[in-house]
């Protein structure tokens, strides 16, 4: 009997580790089956190694107020978790934040290889535009206080100023030199066609947008239209953040866009839309109305250019 029991327990431990070992070889090898997890991933293994190589204890001779340590300990951290990547407090980061998250989802080794050049030389080359920051930027980075975390946070300083400071809309027409606190004012504000073409500087994929600053996309179904773009490639959405985040204490909405999130998913429960978004450093999930959809929406971009099916060298 005993020997029968002993038998018995013997076969289902194998069973179980034979079957655990069968779950995890698949759950390693399913960035091969899926392009854009496979991408990610051998992108940040990149991103990684090329900050294994560099020199993380000299500072820079370009940003007199950063700190070496607190630089690419930010840069690491950034590469490893993409989805906490946030524009501080008080600021009008959000579509520097939204844009970072983006290049830190599929090009990390490529943003890396940008914060280290900005880092190293005071200047980056894009796809189709040189970041040279001017010297109020190089000497602002690293002095950002009363920001939350963005205080201690170097890298994202000198990266979001820099973003302000090289790419400007209609709504920085009459503030294009940076002063202090300039972060929190119209100096860092950004229009939908200004991150549209943020987003063409820096990367050869095909961008398509519908919406504007002051009027919705011309669709007849939100829902319909945004599904049809999910299965084409990524979403950002240009909403109005107070319809995003009701609440009762506010007797008048601006119906005016304020925010940039990154779609990911978006289904219909019941009468409902769940949505789940990238939005502030986290990926959130809420449910909403047909009407309120409409409402917060004013534009929807779309990297429509599939990732490339990139192959470790």
Request: hydrophobic letters at 40%; a positive charge.
């Amino acid at each position: 009997m005993n020997r029968r029991k002993t038998l018995f327990t013997s076969f289902v431990f194998i069973f179980l580790t034979f079957r655990y070992i069968s779950v995890f070889a698949q759950q390693e090898n399913v960035i091969y089956s899926d392009s854009t997890r496979k991408v990610e991933s051998i992108g940040r293994r990149r991103a990684l190694s090329i900050l294994s190589d560099e020199d993380t204890v000299s500072a820079s001779p370009i940003w007199p107020n950063i700190n070496p340590k607190l630089f690419f300990q930010n840069v690491r951290n950034n590469v490893l978790y993409p989805n906490k990547i946030n524009q501080g407090a008080s600021t009008n980061f959000c579509s520097y934040a939204a844009f970072t998250h983006l290049m830190l989802k599929y090009k990390p080794d490529v943003y890396v290889r940008m914060l280290i050049s900005l880092y190293r030389t005071g200047g980056a080359n894009l796809e189709k535009k040189m970041l040279k920051p001017k010297k109020e930027i190089l000497q602002a980075a690293g002095t950002l206080r009363h920001k939350g975390e963005l205080d201690v946070l170097h890298a994202d300083q000198m990266w979001f100023l820099t973003l302000a400071d090289q790419f400007k809309g209609y709504l920085n027409v009459f503030d294009h030199k940076y002063n202090h606190g300039d972060e929190n004012k119209i100096w860092a504000a950004t229009n939908y066609a200004k991150f549209n073409t943020m987003l063409r500087y820096f990367t050869n994929f095909h961008i398509v947008s519908s919406g504007s600053d002051l009027f919705r996309p011309a669709k007849k179904d939100f829902y319909a239209y945004i599904s049809r773009k999910l299965l084409e490639g990524v979403v950002i959405l240009y909403l109005n953040s107070k319809y995003m985040h009701p609440t009762k204490y506010t007797a008048f909405t601006l119906r005016a866009p304020t925010h940039f999130v990154v779609l990911y998913e978006m289904y219909k429960v019941g009468d409902l839309i769940e949505i789940k978004y990238w939005d502030y450093g986290l990926k959130t999930v809420q449910l909403i109305t047909r009407k309120r959809l409409y409402k917060m929406i004013f534009g929807v971009s779309t990297i429509t250019t599939k990732v490339e099916d990139d192959t470790e060298n």
